[in-house]
């Protein structure tokens, strides 16, 4: 198949998934197996020598994935943290310096701070929104421009290309955290990232049921760094893990497409309630990132924060009332999720300069039906 020819629906079906050769088998066999004959000593039959190298199932998730963000190689690993450690671990060494999001995602700063900090790397935080504020963040020894956006939980823009531009005039290379928007969404890579990563445990895999995590490299050269940096280091995804995410995969167009209407209803509905004080997605005009969003994505997807009149008690509430939207942490899935990110996703970072406000209310909007969502809000609402 020639892939760049074909469109984002064709190659979550297509790419990487021929039938299986042996059975005609139309969707890729879950190779549940660590290792394999060979026809004599070296002869590998089909390029298989033992799953933490390769694994057909997973080869099949890692052609798809580079194929949706336009890379020239996709890899799996057991969770986007895994993916994550093993992209920094493979450019940065003791003495390397990072920039990153100044409301990173928790889990990616603790282990900026926690874990890398410890094996010398340096890091600042940066609002990533302010491109002069980045220009003086960066350093000789920076290695990695850190990226997200849209930001979790107060959906800020970052302009990619300009972040591209910035790294590079700096021999830095422009990481881009895609798990918010989906490859369908945005593609970092056309925009000048050198490497995208995701957490494939929200909208990739889409269905809660499975931790997974990605990198995507634009370059043959740092993509086989991290290919031996994956097999090296071992945290791999499984192969049923790579299925069910691939299974997630093929119906990520039309997911994504279902969450951006159902958000847009959403934030109409929040944006007129006398309860609500502030509407926070990047399609609203008002939003400060708009224009940006508005050019690097092809739609604002399903991530929603609101803030509540009444303060935190009011946020809470908001939150213990809801019924379909389910109280809980995470997001991407198809059903929809509530949660008060200052006691919840974001309750360690009280009293850092990632602290959210105490009235805020995130919703991870699912793809139930339109009405029921607004039905369920309105009555949290109270
Ligand atoms: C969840 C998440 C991660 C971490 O991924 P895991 O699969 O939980 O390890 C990284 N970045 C973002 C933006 C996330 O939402």
């Known amino acids: 198949m020639t892939e760049s020819a074909h469109g984002f629906e064709t190659l979550a079906i297509h790419a990487g998934q021929e039938p299986d050769p042996s059975t005609g ?48 190689r996709g890899l799996a690993f057991a969770s986007g943290l895994a993916a994550e450690d093993t992209l920094l671990r493979t450019v940065c060494r003791p003495g390397s310096h990072i920039v990153i999001p100044d409301d990173a995602y928790g889990g990616t700063y603790r282990l900026f701070a926690k874990v890398l900090a410890g094996w010398g790397v340096d890091f600042t935080p940066a609002p990533l929104g302010d491109l002069d504020a980045v220009r ?15 930001t979790n939980p107060l959906l800020g823009i970052a302009d990619i290309a300009g972040l591209a531009a910035l790294a590079h005039e700096n021999g830095a290379l422009l990481a881009v955290d895609n798990t918010f928007a989906s490859p369908y969404l945005q593609q970092p890579l056309a ?24 990198l995507v490299a634009r370059h043959s050269g740092l993509a086989d760094e991290l290919a031996f940096h994956q097999n090296a280091m071992g945290s791999v995804a499984g192969p049923f893990d790579s299925w069910l ?30 309860k609500v004080t502030e509407v926070l997605y990047p399609g609203l005009p008002e939003h400060p990132g708009h224009e940006i969003a508005a050019k690097q994505m092809r739609r604002f997807g399903g991530m929603v924060s609101f803030r509540v009149a009444g303060g935190e008690q009011a946020a809470v509430d908001v939150c213990n009332r809801a019924k379909l939207f389910i109280l809980g942490e995470s997001l991407g899935g198809v059903e929809s999720l509530i949660e008060h990110p200052g006691r919840m996703t974001h309750a360690s970072a009280a ?32």
């Open 191 to 214: 925009l000048g990232a050198d490497v995208v990563i995701h957490s494939t445990t929200k909208y990739v895999g889409g269905h809660s049921d499975v931790i997974g995590g990605a």
């Open 25 to 72: 088998a139309v969707v890729p066999p879950i190779y549940q197996v660590s290792t394999y004959k060979q026809d004599g000593v070296g002869g590998l039959r089909g390029g298989y020598e033992y799953s933490r190298s390769a694994n057909p199932t997973r080869t099949a998730l890692e052609e798809c994935l580079a194929a949706l963000e336009g890379g020239v």
């Open 245 to 274: 995410t691939l299974r997630g995969i093929r119906t990520l167009g039309i997911r994504m497409d279902r969450h951006s209407d159902n958000a847009e209803r959403i934030v109409a509905a929040l944006t007129s309630h006398p």
């Open 136 to 150: 003086a963040a960066l350093r000789p020894e920076t290695r990695v421009l850190w990226c997200e956006t849209p």
């Open 351 to 382: 009293g850092s300069p990632l602290e959210v406000p105490a009235d805020l209310v995130r919703l991870s909007v699912g793809i139930e039906t339109a009405d029921d969502l607004l039905a369920d809000l309105l009555h949290a609402l109270g």
